[in-house]
C-alpha cells in the first residue's frame, strides 16, 4: 500500500469515524466544498458530499445536526451545536460549544 492510499480510495479523500455513535469523521486531507469524502469506520464505508470547506484534522458531519444537538466523537459527545449543522458540514470551534473543563 502506498503511503497516500489510506488517504485517498477511487479519487475520493478518506474521512474517519471512529465509534458507532459519532456523528462526525475526522478527514485526513484538506476537503474544498462540493467534493465527495469517502466515509471509514461505523462499520460501513461509503461516500459523503461535503456542504463547505473542511481542513485537514477538522471534524465533518456524517448528518444533520440541529440547533443544540449533540456532537458525538470517539463515543463520547464533545459539546453540543452552536447553530444548525448541514449533513456534509464543518464542525469547529465557531460552530460547536463545549462546557468541558469550564
Given amino acids: ?11 475520493c479523500k478518506v474521512a474517519l469515524a471512529l465509534n ?3 456523528n462526525v469523521a475526522v478527514v485526513l486531507a484538506d476537503v ?3 467534493e465527495v469524502c469517502r466515509i ?8 459523503l458530499q ?5 481542513p485537514f484534522g477538522h471534524k465533518i458531519a456524517l448528518t444533520a445536526i440541529k440547533e443544540g444537538g449533540p456532537i458525538y466523537k470517539y463515543g463520547e459527545e464533545i459539546g453540543i ?17 463545549c462546557a468541558r473543563g469550564m
Avoid at 41 to 47: K, N, T, V
Avoid at 82 to 97: D, F, K, M, T, V
Fill in 20 to 22: 458507532d455513535k459519532d
Fill in 81 to 97: 451545536a452552536r447553530e444548525a449543522i448541514p449533513q456534509g458540514g464543518w464542525i469547529h470551534s465557531h460552530n460547536l460549544y
Fill in 32 to 34: 474544498s466544498s462540493g
Fill in 1 to 11: 500500500m502506498e503511503s497516500n492510499d489510506f488517504l485517498q480510495i477511487e479519487g
Fill in 40 to 47: 471509514r469506520g461505523r462499520g460501513a464505508e461509503y461516500d
Fill in 50 to 54: 461535503t456542504a463547505e470547506k473542511v
